[in-house]
């Protein structure tokens, strides 16, 4: 019934994305007040969850019944099986993921205040992330798109030369991560989505369509773009050369986080469904915004009925941006 | 050897303390600079472990070479699962420890800088505690001492009351806790050990002797002391009716946290050992001491062979306290 009204019909045989990076034990709390140094906070609500860029990614991906697996790293310890429990009883295929003899699993603690504001305490054992292993375009030929992002730098590099020899879309989540791991990620991407505070970093300057025109020059071979939150998102139009714009879904955001990783698995679906650029763009900025909806991560991403849903009741289109702007 | 040059000799057998209260999942991230707002502070370190104010007295108990018993509750969860299996794999006896369908386990996460300063956010299911159970003498007959905190009221209640028909120690960690709590369980304690911020509270003043001498009214039943971190504690010693000080073991602390447990659970385990109470205070301040020189909460805590060593070299006594404030 949803089909009927949607762009296309849908693909007949459910995609496959292997999203390869983070894996983490998250503890969220929401608090009335950010706490502005030592002392104690009062948490009113708490949760506990799986998740990490990639890991998130690929929740996005199965929620709306595409097929995801993941490939990362967890530790040796109690912390990793209960990821790794959390991450398949939530439909997510991880035989790829590591467990790393003798490191600690990722675990971070989330603060989430009552205007959205954030605090972020991540804890990443170095040994988690160190090994090298080949990948080949065997190794990839049964996906139809390789996400990865920042966290396993060696491993996802691997990955997505392998998607181009495989000839499949390979999309590069663009955060902040360190010194150099973009440049040396993003030349082997054909579809880079960078985070705001990246993209600003990389291009130094605040003004979004000037970061996305800098970028473009930067890393001319792959499809640009980048996410502003609640300002939307904006990304480069090869055919017409301009930058284009697409507002976000206006909401009351109640729970940001993730709500990136659920743009950059939407967007790799809907990508190797075959959807036209602007139509992958709406899907993963309505995907990320109904996720901001509900207090736990990566939890409020939605199905395919639901994203169908709301984007059949949001006018929203691209802009292009027409001002010339160096 | 170590008994030798100890004031007494030691137990025929090892004395059972029964802890009751808090039992929580900690996830402990140590941090160059605490953080003053949103954003993203990376840990250095990370450590997870089952503790709380009960837990970690429990713990203490069992690394002196006492017998060690929880009453507590965690939820029907895998956190519980992970607390009770932590616990009882330091040697506590955790049959007493409920699980609670429908509830969430406790968990709290704590910050800790370089210069010492903590930022704990602690959760706690309101349906975790809510539950009354009766107990008896009989309940507490086969114990040497109980000791209980804030954290289950109703029950910490019923278990001093028990204790004192049972004619064994009562002992009340006199923490910060809601309104009345402190109030209620006081009047049942023997033994009431004060934490410096609920003891300034209570008494009105931030004056260690004179918050003493106040406390020392208002619960003239009990034996009545206060701990002041690094200045060390201060009781009311009834035969002379003066308060006495002791310093504390001077230590460049790393991690404070449960440092107050590990006093209260060395406090209750030396008293029902029947050592003289300056030695009590002596026993349970270097306890506490020692635990702040290894990160990672309760797990510093020493063993019997440590703490003696330690107190052997520590020769700070009591010092009466002759000036009369009011």
Redesign the interface.
């Known amino acids: 019934m949803i089909s009927a009204i949607s762009t296309q019909a849908p693909p007949t045989r459910a995609r496959h994305v292997l999203c390869v990076g983070a894996a983490v034990f998250d503890?969220l709390?929401r608090?009335r007040v950010?706490?502005?140094?030592?002392?104690?906070?009062?948490?009113y609500?708490?949760q506990?969850i799986a998740e990490g860029m990639a890991a998130s990614a690929a929740f996005a991906v199965a929620r709306l019944g595409g097929k995801a697996s993941l490939w990362g790293a967890v530790g040796d310890d109690?912390?990793g099986e209960?990821i790794v429990a959390d991450l398949a009883g939530s439909g997510i295929d991880i035989l790829g993921v590591h467990r790393v003899a003798g490191a600690?699993s990722a675990?971070s603690?989330i603060?989430i205040?009552d205007d959205g504001?954030?605090?972020?305490?991540?804890?990443y054992d170095p040994r988690l992330h160190q090994a090298v292993y080949p990948v080949t375009a065997d190794d990839v030929a049964a996906f139809d798109a390789v996400l990865v992002d920042v966290r396993w730098p060696e491993l996802a590099l691997q990955a997505l030369l392998a998607a181009n020899k495989a000839g499949i879309p390979a999309v590069l989540d663009g955060d902040v991560a360190s010194d150099g791991v973009i440049e040396r990620l993003a030349p082997a991407a054909t579809h880079i989505v960078f985070s705001q505070p990246a993209a600003e970093c990389l291009a130094g300057t605040p003004d979004p369509v000037l970061i996305v025109r800098r970028l473009k020059q930067r890393f001319s071979h792959a499809f640009v773009s980048a996410t502003f939150g609640n300002r939307g998102c904006y990304w480069f139009n090869d055919e017409r050369a301009c930058v284009c714009h697409l507002e976000a879904p206006r909401i009351a955001a109640i729970d940001t986080l993730a709500a990136g990783d659920i743009f950059h698995g939407t967007f790799a679906l809907m990508l190797c469904e075959g959807m036209a650029i602007e139509d992958v763009m709406r899907s993963a900025s309505m995907a990320a915004a109904i996720k901001c909806l509900t207090f736990g991560g990566r939890m409020g991403a939605p199905d395919g009925a639901e994203l169908d849903d709301a984007l059949r009741n949001w006018p929203a289109r691209a802009v292009d941006i027409t001002c010339c702007s160096k």
Do not use: A, N, S
């Open positions: 503890t709390f608090v950010m706490p502005t140094g030592q002392g104690k906070v009062l948490p609500d708490m506990q109690e912390t209960r600690r675990v603690t603060l205040d504001e954030r605090l972020i305490i991540p804890f």
